[in-house]
């Protein structure tokens, strides 16, 4: 029986733990052709999503793919990430969480993870805030 990788359980974990401290989680993921996720939010071949339960809707951390539907921009997409995509997961707040190396394929066939053993000692800076909401002004 092939060997499971740790990843998945991992990055439940985490989420677990940014959810019971008040913290968002933010999944860091590169796309690929594999990944479903709204194109226009991509940038360098990398997305950063809010896992936050109030952020999803039937969020699903399988143990071969990430699965929830949130809304960009005021629309409700579906989002499918797969393991090796994932890149990390962290808590918005303080940047604490799990950084993983690129998988690779062995001869078997599986794919091989390796978690770093510490978050990086820059954190990623959370995503801009979105614009202000347009204001209605009765101009005399």
């Not at 690929?32 to 951390?61: C, Q, S, W």
């Not at 793919?65 to 090796?84: H, L, N």
């Amino acid at each position: 029986m092939p060997e499971r990788s740790t990843k998945p359980y991992l990055i439940r974990a985490i989420h677990e733990w940014c959810t019971d401290s008040g913290y968002t989680p933010y999944l860091s993921v590169k796309v690929d052709e594999n990944t479903r996720v709204p194109m226009e939010f991509v940038k360098n071949g990398e997305i950063v999503l809010n896992l936050a339960y109030d952020a999803t809707h039937k969020l699903t951390i399988g143990n071969d793919m990430v699965q929830f539907s949130a809304r960009f921009s005021g629309v409700s997409r579906e989002c499918s990430v797969p393991m090796p995509a994932v890149a990390g997961i962290f808590a918005r707040e303080n940047g604490q969480g799990l950084f993983f190396a690129p998988e690779a394929e062995t001869s078997a066939g599986t794919v091989a993870t390796q978690a770093m053993p510490s978050a990086p000692s820059e954190p990623e800076p959370p995503p801009p805030a979105p614009p202000p909401r347009p204001k209605l002004q009765i101009v005399k």
